[in-house]
């Protein structure tokens, strides 16, 4: 779902675990673990219940970050 506010992910809906993401992804569950923990921290995904939230701006500001 998209919004003012980003785009919203059903991670129930869409069956979205880390082990899910990693296989789509060809990463590790570890990596996905770590870079999930590492876009919460700096805003770029905000956990809503079952929900991940991409805030409105956030793959634009993510492309321009440094050592990212």
Do not use: W
């Not at 919004?3 to 996905?32: C, D, E, F, P």
């Not at 870079?35 to 991940?52: A, P, S, T, W």
């Amino acid at each position: 779902r998209v919004n003012s506010q980003g785009t919203s992910l059903s991670t129930t809906m869409m069956k979205l675990t880390h082990n899910n993401l990693a296989m789509l992804t060809g990463m590790t569950r570890v990596t996905i673990t770590r870079l999930i923990g590492k876009y919460k921290k700096h805003g770029f995904i905000v956990e809503q219940g079952d929900d991940y939230l991409i805030p409105a701006g956030a793959a634009t500001a993510l492309r321009r970050c440094e050592n990212f």
